[in-house]
């Protein structure tokens, strides 16, 4: 096995960790063909490989639906859990502490994440748990065939299910209410930005909600529904030009126009990039970010990027004071179990 | 001051009745009394006698009545008597009944504050200046109520002969030594005293001597003593949602583990404690830990417990260690929440969905709480399995004087974890689920492990050896059979019942838990009446050989337990049909701890049919 690098074809790509693509797959996916989540698994492929990342040094998890089988089909390498429908986000927030130097990247749905997880998604925001948090967002529940879910427009119409008669559920628009620190949207069908936001979520010190248009290509995909391809198509309208710059690469500004850019400085060093559209967007600010998740919904465009970012406020990993760089799993157990003279301690204090 | 009222009680002038008699306390929920209760306990149990202390509170937090009954017992029974012969009322809105409650002969206290009429003749009956004492000890205005509680100390302490050293030892220990709060009760105590002595007459048999019944033991409650034990198991992460009778377990590691496990010049803490946003998130919280290899825990109770059930399903199927203590109250739901019960055998051990049996732990004392504390960790480790440390409210949160907590005896057991290096060393491949001893139980890795190959993919769907994805029936089948094999595995690792025997005894009895006082002390009344009884306290499910061999040892063994539907003996049932005819059950389920006397008058009464 060792013996592989010598004979690797020349044609294979070897990452800085000396990885190739190849080691960052999964099982052979067994969606449907044409489900966004397949695009949005490739480009986790894609974001990790690129980043040099060590598949045993992340851990995977997810809840139930079609988005959340997904993890099976990317990082074979890396540890996982498919856990229970809605409550990923326990699972994951209790399983961070075995390893703090692991990084976390958790798949769900939006059932998974908006109905029966409302409760957790909400608590994992307020903790800032570190760790990437993607809802596969297609208005439906793909896995039991196609009933509505909390994010389906009002009026959509389904073959099946008849007419959706509740108001919908903003993902973005949730986190930011919970206060999670950075809030991101993206589309399937843009399978650039998705990386780049992927990118920057796992370079993020905190909890990364990026919610994505996943269009299930089965039950929910007419060109006028609000989770479609066509729809997305037409409506997406992103905040800015988005560019993730790893650390390891110098950022290059030269062709942008000053005062044309801003730039987030990353946890881990990296750089976002954003560069200006249409408008002079602060990803910074919470009252801008609520500001244009409200237009968005008004004017009925799938607005897409980085909405807000908060890269001070410490993870649920620091507030814990756990060791530098040492992960509780590999306490010993001399570092576990008091000593023998502390039962007299123990007993001490009892009357 | 007033003119104390003293009622001669025309039929118990006879011989003293010394260390061996039952006092309650009725007040107000919230009223200060409980810091009262305990100094009472605490200087009794340092005078050398033994006494155990129940708080009969209602789910309330302040105004409610509430009960407090200490026990006082020459021979060392611990257990709830059904008679009270020395009674304090502070509660008017309780007096009438607490005032019959006296038993003929007794001795009845009462604030004068509570303008009643007396009905009885065939007590002593003594009312005293509560408030005016608070009020002249000097104590604040503001603190005066609080404290008014303190007089009835200084009165019992006159007319029961209670040591005021040891109350003030009690005290000091209450407050840590903080000098202002004793000098304020004390001095509330003090005066209370001496004007007892001036104005009381003592006409009633009732009284307390020291002993040496108590050296070697401590007074602890279940709730910390499982908490400490879980620190000396090595706690590293918990996740709890408060619930009564629960929270004081949580909160008392919170409490603790720093002066236990923060060591100088350590560049981090061991361990994590969250407060989860229901218990759902507790145990998925645990659930994650346990799987990325922490010793976690959770505590909670009945309700809690049914919120934690598909997770339940899920960590025994997929094979991780969780430790969760459900510290059992009355329920369904609200139930009588501040009750005591043990009606969630059945339901915890089949806890899931599916086919799913979950180990049980029942702690039997404050003392035997400690160990399974750290104990729960080893076993659930080693088995890869959620592990239920079955408690109650009796003994999770009232005080109990118990052997000292002990040191562990055993290193800690990982169990069957594999690191780099150990996986470097294996000889062929490693397989999540692979039964390779033969035992049932497999070999895990966690999160973390660097080693190619280490990781697997957890899962709640159907899974091969490997952990991957299969739907085939033949994978399943296996599987289920497996951890049949697993759960008869856990048999040996479990902790082996206690047994007490007499001579000749052809009558057995099976109880767990807090019912054991109760069921000690009757069998001491049953043989004086001419019964011999043997008695197996139950430790654990799954049963070890040694509970097969009771049964079939004895022509009838009675099966005692507090919930209406004989819970264990149900599941003693199941376990040995073939013995069916020779259990019967006998239950008891109004929420107060279990009484020798009716342990021994249902039994007799059964015996006689
Ligand atoms: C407790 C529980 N209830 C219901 C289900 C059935 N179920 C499985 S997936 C799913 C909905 C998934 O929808 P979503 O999260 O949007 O994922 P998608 O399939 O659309 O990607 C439901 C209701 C379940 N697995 N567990
Ligand atoms: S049913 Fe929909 S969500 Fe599920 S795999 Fe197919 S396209 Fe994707
Ligand atoms: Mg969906």
Redesign the pocket.
Known sequence: MSDTTETAMPNIQLNLVGLSKNDYRGAQTTLCAG?G?NSISNQIIAAAYELNIVPEDVIKLS????????PAYFLNRSFGFNS???RMPSVATGAMFGDHTLKALAV??????????MGQFKHIMRRNAPMVYIV?????????KG?F?A?AEMGLRLKYQGINHYFPVDVVQEAMASGATFVARSFAGDANQVKALIKAGLSHNGLAIIDII?P?VT?NNNDDSRHSYGWGREHQEPLHDFTYVPREQEIQLGEFPEGTTRQVEMHDGSTIVLKKLDRDYDPTSRAAAMRVIEESQDEEVLLTGLIYVDTERPSLTDIYELPQGRALNRMTDTELRPGKDMIEKANAMMF | MTTPQVKEAKTSQGKAVVNDFSMTVATMNGSGSQTSNVTLLRALFKMGIPVSGKNLFPSNIQGLPTWYTIRVSKDGYLARRETHEVVVAMNPDTFVADLASVAPGGAFFYGDHLKFEINRDDISVHSFPAKLLAKESGAPANLRDYVANMAYVGVLAHMLDIDMDKIREALEYHFDGKEKPIALNMGVIDAAFAWSTANLKKTDPYRVEPMDKTSGFIMADGNTAGALGAIFGGVQFVAWYPITPASSFAEAISQNISAFRDKEGQDGKTYAIVQAEDELAAIGMTVGAGWSGLRSVTSTSGPGISLMT?FAGLAYYAEIPVVVWDVQRVGPSTGLPTRTSQGDILSTHFLGHGDTQQILMIPGSAQECFEFGWRSFDISERMQTPVFVMSDLDLGMNQWMTKPFEYPDQPMDRGKILWEKDLEALKEPWMRYKDVDGDGVPYRTAPGNRAPQSAWFARGTGHDESAKYSERADHWEANMDRLVRKYQTASQYVPAPVLQTRAGAKIGVIAYGSADPAILEAGDYLAADGLATDYLRLRAVPFTDEVRDFIAAHDKTYVVEMNRDGQMHKLLLLEYPEMAAKLSSLVKYDGLPLSALWVKESLQAEEQK
């Open positions: 489900c989540h809840g139930i639906g079609c988005s959340s089988k997904s229970l429908h809605g769900s749905g939006d059932g998974d994440t908006t109905n029966i997880g596969e967002n297609n208005g439906v529940y793909g896995l039991t009933q879910s994010t996943s299930c039950f | 598909e």
